[in-house]
């Protein structure tokens, strides 16, 4: 199972000291938390996007492609990749080139997001939001696996003959999971494609993201993929702990009240008894993560806000001391004596390869400058009857 770190690069106010960091401050802090994630021993590190203030991470993959130049081990990948306002031919682009920069060390996130505003910054209908969703990622889908793509929809202009580069690193696509917090028609399409589904799990009791996670195993075994077990499962989360139960309730506290999305609501005590945030002490919030497993069965990936409402680095970065040193060691053992033989691993870009080739060689894509695709020749830019007409007019 993976455990890591997600962020929505929020810049906010610190409610204790009534500072507000610039946004170059919290970039930087964005790839200090990154890189302490992986020294603490954890597996995964998720940015989110977002083009309004009060967010920073408008570009995603710059971002990454920075903490990867700075890290080994660490998987990178997006919580989430708008599929409604960027397009596909672009997500396919940036996100392959990603994954070359990062030697396949990174996955990604596909949401609708939850900012309206941005589909008329972007051109888009927030009433089509769904259908525009489903539209772009099978597109998407095809531009990995194609190498040359003729295709048609309603949300954006045809593409004839068109070569999607660069071509997936070693010819297998970046794993997508599909992010959702109420939306079953999401949890459909991952399951559809064989892909992994993502339930926030942060602001809904947890019986809400069972019925999501569970509809979606059943609909993945449905097509065709495997068993349930075999479905590919992330769960969304907060943590914040201390020694004492008492302290970590004192500290975080006033980051809770302000927070945009915590505050004006119920209590601290309130939420953290409704929702799956974690707050208490090491063992306490050692029992609340193992209770996500008692009640969800084996999943893949684990991943928690830290750097979330104000609080400053020093703070986040004592945090992952704590998650990444005292509480997840034990929370490993104790899920590796739990785990279903039979239930699928989590998806890393070194098992992709080894499913699709075996022992077998390595395909490294080769497109041909000026022949069009790599397959047949036919010309990137010119369908076929523009092609002849193009000829018989020379």
Known sequence: MQFGIMSVSDVTRNPVTGETPSEAERIRAAIEIAKKTEEVGLDVFAIGEHHNPPFFSSSPTTLLAAIAAQTEKLILTTSTTLITTNDPVRIAEEYAMLQHVADGRMDLMLGRGNTAPVYPWFGQDIRQGLPLALEN????????????????????GPLN??????????????????????????AEQAAFYGNGYFANFIFWPPEHSL???????????HYGHGTKKDAIVGLGGQAFIAKKSQDAYREFRPYFDEAPVYGNGPSLEQFSQATPLAVGSVQEVIDKILGFHDLFGDYQRQLFLQDHAGLPLGMVLDQLELLGGEVIPVVRKELEGRRDPESAPAPTHELLVQKKYGDGPVRQPRPQ????????????????????AAREAE
Do not use: Q
Request: no cysteine.
């Open 369 to 388: 400058a000026n022949r069009g695709d790599n397959v047949t020749g036919g010309s990137p830019y010119l369908d076929t009857d523009e092609v002849t």
């Open 137 to 156: 990622y099978n597109l998407l889908h095809r531009l990995w696996r194609e190498d040359v793509v003729n295709w048609s929809g309603k949300f954006r």
């Open 161 to 186: 003959g068109f070569t999607s580069t660069p071509r997936p690193l070693d010819d297998v696509p970046p794993f997508v999971w599909h992010g959702s917090i109420r939306t079953p028609e999401v």
């Open 211 to 221: 019925r999501l996670a569970n509809f979606y195993r059943e609909r993945f075994e």
